[in-house]
């Protein structure tokens, strides 16, 4: 079956507007990606700044260990969370750029295919533009009379 040059056209808009779609998609996971890194990050920082804060001195206040300890694994958990977030934000991005990079093959393979139909179809114009002029030619010719020789 073979498409017209104008159903290719076509063909190739739609194509580029998928593509468009799916540059979109790809920067929404891309965006969504980077919230998700710096909510890990600033996990990390609130157990790191856990970490680094001085115990008062005197004497040990059992609820606030037991507080310290509970937030702890909060701040564990979530950071845990986050990881795993941020891991399937990972498997998106990728995802989604080679969705995005078929969609581009895709539409590459009919714009192709369109210049290619193009050309064929310049080249059939030009052998019948060159077929008319030879039969405008050889009409030309076999209307005048053929020279004969006198031997005189």
């Keep these: 079956m073979s498409l017209s040059s104008k159903r290719l056209k076509r063909l190739i808009r739609q194509r580029e507007l998928a593509e468009l779609v799916q540059r979109r998609e790809l920067a929404e996971a891309i965006a969504l990606r980077e919230r998700r890194a710096a909510a890990l990050a600033e996990?990390?920082?609130?157990?790191?700044?856990?970490f680094a804060v001085e115990p008062h001195a005197g004497p040990l206040d059992i609820a606030d260990a037991l507080a310290g300890a509970a937030y702890l694994r909060r701040l564990e958990?979530?950071?845990a969370a986050r990881e795993a977030a941020l891991a399937h934000s990972d498997?998106?991005?990728?995802?989604?750029?080679?969705?995005?990079?078929?969609?581009?093959?895709?539409?590459r393979a009919l714009e192709l295919l369109l210049?290619?139909?193009?050309?064929?179809?310049?080249l059939a114009r030009a052998r019948a533009a060159a077929r008319q002029l030879?039969?405008?030619?050889?009409?030309r010719w076999r209307s005048q009379p053929i020279p004969t020789e006198d031997p005189a």
């Design 91 to 107: 498997e998106d991005v990728a995802e989604e750029r080679a969705v995005l990079m078929e969609r581009r093959r895709d539409r």
């Design 134 to 139: 030879d039969d405008l030619v050889a009409a």
């Design 115 to 122: 210049e290619r139909r193009q050309a064929e179809e310049r």
């Design 77 to 79: 958990r979530d950071i």
């Design 43 to 50: 996990a990390c920082a609130s157990r790191e700044h856990l």
